[in-house]
Structure formats: structure tokens, C-alpha cells
């Protein structure tokens, strides 16, 4: 699953408080509730068999028999789940997962056959922990066959998860209504009564009841349709591969699809609304070569017939990988040739392989429990960068991978951080784990580990990990033990099970001759949170290096102690051959063959870690990009930008230092190295704009555009170009225009104009839009106008552009009745508050969520909020009054 990522435009800090708290009062999660965890009491106050989140072990279900009939005029389904369980020892309660389900009636029957005498099963509900508790008259016997029959009922869920109601309108007006899944992590029981814990596989059967208007998909072809009434049709799918409950899907609607075969005959389909399925083409034919490349990069079939890809129009995360079923945002799927942005292209494609690389990675293996869920995530996510630049080179993905490390960083610097593999236990603790430590991180210390061992002997390591444990569940330590057989391709294969390099590799130098232990190594990134800031002091040919856990906070907060296994690399002013050190230690020593003017580490940024040049370290560096920044790679040069103002946050390197290794900028093409300076110079000046520093918030854009301005001097109001040029050309435009760069503002307003003329429809540059409908909402002619576009577009790209572009008017009031919504608390709360940077604003909030207590108070999100704001006041009181005298003294120079 992709989870939103999308920050919203900070709005009134009332409204999103009074947002806040009518989305998390009213989901206040049962979980949160007291209940008597000791002895709890059922819903009917009779005591419950069973106080514990997780299920009992010696209830093990086989195959699901699933029965469900959507009704979407009255917004209700109900249902008949038959389980096939055996228990491993007697007992005479069986335990399973129910949420907001009518259980009308319970069954056991002996054996797996429908003849078979049925005897009552007495029912408890325990809604604190979302399980039932199914009472036999008398003790199952260890070993034999049992089928649990249960029939019941419940309402289309009004959230995201579970079997929930979707809707859309068509470009008459007309609202339909559909019905669609997410199960992930925990919602599977909001649709049926099932053993609603990843390790619980098993198969299923799954028959859909509709009107005959209606369309039925699930995770396999459709077999027959049956006739069982006038007015209903039952469709019958075939028999699933074993697979967890998150996994499973259905749609009820009235999509359209298109369809196309792989090389190796798999049906590939597109499911979109009548409206948009001429949108479904690109989708379709990347998901057709990407399925394509997996089958062969994993040496594994893909296991069933067919693939469909569906597009839902009330979709809360980005998309989810069910299995033969993958859904979809729109905006994550269709690709309009008119509208969308080169952005939406890359989007798609990387969306479309990671939930593709999930039917390997979470679906034929899956995480034991959800404190490993990086093992499906970080692997999927991976994987996206490793299948598209084979697949879809033109697009460069190689350049944007790295933005993930610095973006899981700046979470994993927070002490309120975690372990890739963290405990969790009840719901909210699973979904809190969806962030960027569990995909990004983990995408960045497999990227580590392959560079370590090399390409083909990672790939042999996976590989042999999928088929070891293909249809089954895995722990952390099982990828790594699948890992430790399999020496890097400069390495040998010791008696012990080792891989040993030589000690005169040509492509590691500086390897010693000692044991290569993943599994310990890979332990020291995935079993402890944060990462290692590495200090490097030259003194003549030796090289001194320093390992210590690189936490934002207070000067005086305490050491944690961590020690990673970290693989350096480097190069040198003598060098550009990558020479290698596993720096196993808290401090360490090599020896170069001869002095050297500069030193780089962590080439290429492969490393998940930062580094410091102590003494003039940093001098040479910022004196290399002056005068010749093409000498180091693009993300090389991006690092160095992300590394310098990391440092400045904890007091290792001065402000100024960091803002002059910025001034090369002004000679930068690349888009990596652009991007990451703006990642790191615009948050800076929205810190002034919430402090009201007028003045200085005024030099510092303009010293911003200024750095910039002949680049956005070159840049044409067209589509052509590499992907990277026109995504370079899309964001510099808007800044230069959202920062009213007048030559920019003009074009803009132009264009505007022309395209409000001809009623929108006059076809705009895709990659200027957006800074053409930020400046033409500037005003309320052109706001309203973009309005009441935005209600009629049947683009999602066109309409996430109006979005923006009517969020960032300074009209409080549009904002106010603008109808703003949010599908992720947490991403409200960390993107409305982490440019708040005052004492007063630090109280507000902590006032807000204490006064939530259980409700809200213990998200991580809200503690990692809380850390935010206190590193910006420490930040801003340290670093305000040096960037004023800087902004002086650099302003002939640069304006």
C-alpha cells in the first residue's frame, strides 16, 4: 500500500484545530477505551474467553466460503462466511475478528462438507479489541476438520476502510454510487468475520451478489454468474491462492475496463468510471511491461490469470496491492495525454511497479506481524526504482530516489522515531507504522545493502528468499539468513558460511579480510531507530573516522550509545574510483596512498548517513563547487546540500558555511541538486513568514530568485524535454511566479487570460499550469473562475493543480468556505504545523492535543509535532540574526 503524501497549504490555525477535533473525536478507536483487561466483559456484560489484541494460535482457518450482496441503493451488504479451521489442541471457544458486523446467526459444522449437521454456536462481542468469541457446546477435537458457518450484515462504511461507499459524478451531473475494499491493515473484519492477522492464511471463495447494472470484480477471473432472483445476479470467482485477509477485494460498480495479454499470458485489465477510461491507456501498458520484468527479475510466474488495476474515485491511500485486484487513486492511475504533467507520468509508473512488486514482496511472502511490515513496504518500494530504470529509462528515476533518504531522515532524526522493525499491537499502532521509516528507510538500507554486496549477489539473495518462502510468513532475521549464503561478487565463501574479501579487490581497497555477517550488520539498522552521522578529520594521508547517532533536540540530550555497521565509500581529488571502508566501530583509521586536496564520502548518496568534514573540510568542498561542481556527480553534489544544512540543525556547522556552499546554485542545471536546495532554502523563509520578519523574510526570497533567476531565465513555457527538464521547468516557474518574479508573473497572467477567454479550453502547457492557476487565482475573478472549473473536470491532474492553485490565495475567506477535507491525521498535523516556530504557537498545540488525551495525545504523529516546533525555536533563535548579517553582505554580490 502507498500511503497519502500530499501536504496541504497551511491554513487558519482555529480551523485546523476545529478540524482536528471533530476527526478524532469522532473516531474515537475502541482500542483507546478503558476496558477491564484482565477479566473483559463481553457486549451482553458476560465475561469474554479472551483478553489479549492478537489471536490464539491453535485456531488455524484453511479456506473461506464467502457470500456477500451489496445493496447500493440502501447502503447496506450482508453475508454468509464459511470458514474451514482445525485446531491444533481441544477447545471450546474459537476466537476471531468482527467490527461493526449483525451477527444474525453462528454455526459449527463437523468436517468440510455442506451435509453435514450443523450445531449452534453461542455468540460474544467484544468491540474493545474487534473480536468475537464463538462458543461450542463441546470441545473441538486437535486435528479434525471444522466449518464455522456465520451469516450476517452491515452498513457501506462512510470511511476508506472496510467495504465502504464510493461515489463520483458523471460530466452530466449525475452522482453514482459504488461499493470498494481496503482491507489494509486491519479492516477485513469490517466486511466479514475472519482470523484478521497477516500469518492467518489461507484461501478464499468468494461469490458477489449485484444488480444486473452492476459490474462484480475480486482477486480472481469470474467463473459463472448465476441468476438467483429477478433483479440479482450472483457472480462466482474462481478459488484463490493462500493469502491473508488484508489481501482480499472486491468492487460493486459500473466501471469499464481495457484489457491487454503479457508475453506470458496474463490478462491485464484497467478499471476506471465510463467517463475516464480513455485515461487507462499508459497505465495499462506500464503495468503490462512491468509484470513482465518482475516475473523475470524474481524467476518466480506471477501465480494467477489475470491482473487488474482499478481506479476509485474515494480513495484514501495512494493505492493497494490486493492480490490480482490492485486499487488505485485516479490520480495514481489514469494519465490524461492533455492534461496530465510530466510528474503524473513518473507518478503513475512508480505507483503501478510498486504495487506490482507487492504480488512478490507482501502477497507470495508476507511479514509474520506488523512490526515487520518494511519487509513488504521497504522492499516495494525499492523495487520501484530498481523495475523502472529498466523498464522506463527515460524517465530517470535514479534522480529522485535519494529525495527519499533525505525525506525518511528528517522523521528518523526525531528521538519520537522508530525501528524499521518496531512492536506494535492494536490498530492504530499498525497504521501509525505507514510512514517514511517503513517505506522510505527501508527502501534506503536495502539500496545500502546492494551497493555492499553488489547487484547480481542481492538479487541472488531475494530471489532465494521468495522461493524459500513463497505462501508463507517471514520475519526480520528470515531475509537476512536467506542473505548470508550469498557472498558479494568481489568475495569468497568461507567454510562458516562467511563471505570473506581479498584483501587486494580491485574495487574495495580498503575491505579488510574478515567474515561478512549481514545479518548482524543489516541488525544494526532495521532492530534501532535513527542513523549514524559520520565525522571525518584528514590529518596528512590518515583519514579519522567517527560514528555517532545524529538526533535533533536539546544540546544536552543524553547519548543513546547506537553503533551501526556502516559501509563507507569515498573518493578523492586523486580518484574518482570508489574505494570502500566498513567502519564497524565507533572510531576508526585509513591510510591513503597520498595527500589529498578533498575527500567525499557516501558516493552517490547510498549510504544511509550523513557525514561531517571537520576543520577546512567543508572549505574545500564549497571551494570545488565554485569551480568545478561537475567534478562530483549531481547527487553527490545534492548530498553535500542535504549534509550541510543537517549539520547547521545540530550546531556542527554554522549557517553561514551552509548558505555559502549554496552560491554555486547559481551555475547548477541538474535537477537533483536544484531541488534539494530549494528542499533545504524555502522551509527557511516560511519559518520568517510565520514569525512576521518582514524585512529579512523579504531579502531572503529575493536572494532565493536571485540564485535561481538564470535558470528561470532559460526556461520555455513548453512541454519539451527530458522528464526531469520539465519537472526542473514546472517548479522553478511556480516559485518564480509564487514569488512574483514580475518576467514570470507576466507570461503567467497571459496565459491566464487566454485560457479563461476561451472557457478553459484552451489547451495550456502541461508543465506551466500550475504557476499559470497560481497567479490567476491571485485575484477573485480568476479564483472563482478556477472554482468552478475545478467542480467540472474530469482530470486529476487538472484538478489537483486548481487545488493548489486555490489554496494559496491570501483571501482568508475563500479558504475558510473552500471545502479543505484530509484522509490522514497525521499528514494534517505535521503539514499545518512544522513551519510553527514560536513558544506561544508550541503551547497552542500541545494544548490542543493534551486536551484530546487518549484520543490523540499518544500518536507519534503529535509527538513527532512537538519535537518539530522545538527544533524550529531552537533553530530560529540560533540561526535568525546570522542569516540577517549574511543576506547583507551577500546582497550586492547575488541582487
Not at 447496506?76 to 489442541?89: N, R
Not at 453462528?106 to 455442506?114: I, S
Not at 574479501?501 to 535513527?530: A, C, I, P, Y
Not at 522551509?683 to 514569525?691: C, N, T, V, W
Request: aromatic content about 10%; hydrophobic content about 40%.
Amino acid at each position: 500500500m502507498i500511503p497519502l503524501s500530499v501536504k496541504r497549504p497551511l491554513v487558519t490555525m482555529s480551523l485546523l484545530l476545529s478540524s482536528l477535533l471533530m476527526l478524532l473525536t469522532v473516531a474515537t478507536p475502541s482500542w483507546c477505551q478503558s476496558s477491564e483487561t484482565t477479566s473483559p466483559k463481553a457486549s451482553n456484560r458476560a465475561p469474554f474467553p479472551w483478553n489479549k489484541m492478537r489471536l490464539p494460535e491453535h485456531i488455524i482457518p484453511l479456506h473461506y466460503d464467502l457470500m456477500i450482496h451489496a445493496n447500493l441503493t440502501t447502503l447496506t451488504f450482508g453475508g454468509t462466511t464459511e470458514i474451514e479451521i482445525t485446531a491444533s489442541k481441544p477447545t471450546s471457544t474459537i476466537i476471531l475478528h468482527s467490527h461493526h458486523l449483525q451477527i444474525s446467526k453462528a454455526a459449527l459444522r463437523k468436517g468440510a462438507g455442506e451435509r453435514q449437521s450443523e450445531e449452534p454456536l453461542r455468540v460474544l462481542e467484544y468491540p474493545p479489541q474487534e473480536q468475537i468469541a464463538l462458543l461450542a457446546p463441546e470441545p473441538l477435537v486437535g486435528g479434525l476438520p471444522y466449518t464455522i458457518v456465520i451469516d450476517y450484515a452491515g452498513n457501506l462504511s462512510e470511511s476508506f476502510y472496510g467495504f465502504y461507499k464510493s461515489t463520483y459524478r458523471t460530466k452530466e451531473g449525475e452522482v453514482r454510487i459504488l461499493a470498494s475494499t481496503q482491507f489494509e491493515p486491519t479492516a477485513a473484519r469490517m466486511a466479514f468475520p475472519c482470523f484478521d492477522e497477516p500469518a492467518f492464511k489461507a484461501s478464499f471463495s468468494i461469490r458477489i451478489r449485484r444488480e444486473p447494472r452492476h459490474l462484480a470484480i475480486s482477486n480472481m477471473p469470474l467463473v459463472k454468474s448465476v441468476t438467483v432472483a429477478e433483479g440479482l445476479v450472483e457472480d462466482h470467482f474462481d478459488v484463490t491462492v493462500k493469502m491473508s485477509t488484508y489481501l482480499v477485494a472486491f468492487i460493486v460498480s459500473d466501471f469499464k475496463s481495457v484489457s491487454k495479454m503479457t508475453k506470458s499470458g496474463i490478462k491485464v485489465s484497467v478499471y476506471a468510471v465510463p467517463d475516464k477510461i480513455n485515461q487507462a491507456g499508459y497505465a495499462l501498458d506500464a503495468a503490462v511491461t512491468l509484470l513482465e520484468f518482475y516475473e523475470d527479475y524474481f524467476s518466480i510466474p506471477y501465480p494467477l490469470s489475470k491482473q487488474d488495476l482499478a481506479a476509485i474515485p474515494d480513495f484514501q491511500s495512494g493505492a493497494m496491492e490486493n492480490w490480482g485486484l490492485t486499487t488505485y487513486r485516479e490520480s495514481s492511475l489514469l494519465f490524461d495525454a492533455e492534461k496530465s504533467s510530466a510528474s503524473s507520468k513518473l507518478g503513475i509508473t512508480m505507483t503501478v511497479s510498486h504495487e506490482l512488486a507487492h504480488q512478490w514482496f507482501g502477497n507470495l511472502v508476507t511479514m509474520e506481524w506488523w512490526n515487520d511490515l518494511w519487509l513488504n513496504e521497504g522492499f516495494a518500494k525499492f523495487m520501484e526504482f530498481v523495475s523502472v530504470s529498466v523498464t522506463h529509462p527515460e524517465l530517470k528515476v535514479e534522480d529522485y530516489f535519494f529525495d527519499k533518504c533525505f525525506n525518511a531522515m528528517e522523521v528518523d532524526a526525531l528521538n519520537s522515531s522508530h525501528p524499521v522493525s518496531t512492536p506494535v499491537e492494536n490498530p492504530a499502532q499498525i497504521r501509525e507504522i505507514f510512514d517514511e521509516v517503513s517505506y522510505e528507510k527501508g527502501a534506503c538500507v536495502l539500496n545500502m545493502l546492494r551497493d555492499y554486496l553488489g547487484a547480481d549477489a542481492f538479487k541472488s539473495g531475494i530471489v532465494k528468499y521468495l522461493q524459500k518462502y513463497s505462501y508463507k510468513n517471514t520475519k526480520n532475521e528470515d531475509l537476512w539468513n536467506s542473505m548470508a549464503s550469498i557472498c558479494p561478487t568481489d568475495s569468497t565463501q568461507q567454510m562458516d558460511g562467511f563471505c570473506s574479501r581479498g584483501e587486494h579487490s580491485s574495487s574495495s581497497s580498503h575491505w579488510r579480510q574478515e567474515g561478512l555477517d549481514v545479518k548482524t550488520m543489516m541488525n544494526t539498522w532495521t532492530l534501532q531507530k535513527g542513523f549514524p552521522l559520520i565525522t571525518i578529520t584528514m590529518r596528512g594521508r590518515n583519514v579519522h573516522m567517527k560514528q555517532e547517532h545524529y538526533v535533533k533536540g536539546p544540546d544536552d540530550a543524553p547519548e543513546t550509545g547506537y553503533l551501526w555497521h556502516v559501509p563507507l565509500t569515498f573518493i578523492t581529488s586523486n580518484s574518482d574510483s570508489v574505494q570502500r571502508f566498513l567502519l564497524k566501530t565507533r572510531t576508526d583509521v585509513l591510510i591513503l596512498p597520498e595527500e589529498v586536496e578533498w575527500i567525499k564520502f557516501n558516493v552517490g548518496m547510498n549510504g544511509y548517513y550523513i557525514v561531517h568534514y571537520e576543520d577546512d573540510g567543508w572549505d574545500s568542498l564549497t571551494g570545488l563547487l565554485k569551480g568545478t561542481h561537475t567534478a562530483i556527480s549531481s547527487s553527490d553534489r545534492a548530498s553535500l546540500i542535504n549534509n550541510a544544512f543537517q549539520l547547521v540543525s545540530i550546531g556542527k556547522l554554522s549557517i553561514e558555511k551552509a548558505l555559502d556552499l549554496t552560491l554555486y546554485l547559481k551555475r547548477e542545471t541538474e535537477i537533483m541538486p536544484v531541488f534539494q536546495g530549494l528542499n533545504e532554502l524555502i522551509p527557511m523563509y516560511k519559518l520568517m513568514e510565520k514569525r512576521d520578519m518582514n524585512e529579512v523574510e523579504t531579502q531572503f526570497k529575493a536572494f532565493l530568485i536571485g540564485l535561481l533567476r538564470d535558470l528561470i531565465d532559460k526556461q520555455t513555457w513548453t512541454d519539451e524535454g527530458s522528464i526531469s527538464e520539465r519537472m526542473l521547468r514546472s517548479q522553478l516557474l511556480l516559485l518564480a511566479c509564487v514569488r512574483k518574479y514580475q518576467p514570470c508573473v507576466q507570461k503567467a497572467e497571459g496565459y491566464f487570460r487566454q485560457w479563461q477567454e476561451a472557457n478553459g479550453n484552451l489547451r495550456l502547457p502541461s508543465d506551466v499550469t500550475l504557476a499559470v492557476f497560481a497567479v490567476g487565482a491571485q485575484n477573485p475573478e480568476g479564483w472563482d473562475f478556477l472554482y468552478s472549473k475545478y467542480q467540472s473536470s474530469l482530470s486529476s491532474t487538472e484538478k489537483h493543480q486548481i487545488e493548489f492553485a486555490l489554496c494559496i490565495t491570501h483571501d482568508k475567506e475563500k479558504l475558510q468556505w473552500f471545502e479543505l477535507g484530509s484522509s490522514s491525521i497525521a499528514y494534517m498535523v505535521m503539514g499545518t504545523t512544522n513551519q510553527f516556530s514560536t513558544r506561544a504557537r508550541l503551547e497552542e498545540v500541545k494544548e490542543f492535543f493534551s486536551s484530546l488525551k487518549e484520543n490523540g495525545s499518544q500518536l507519534r504523529c503529535v509527538q513527532q509535532t512537538i519535537e518539530t516546533i522545538e527544533e524550529n525555536i531552537r533553530w530560529m533563535d540560533k540561526n535568525f540574526d546570522k542569516i540577517r548579517v549574511w543576506l547583507q553582505n551577500e546582497k550586492l554580490e547575488l541582487l
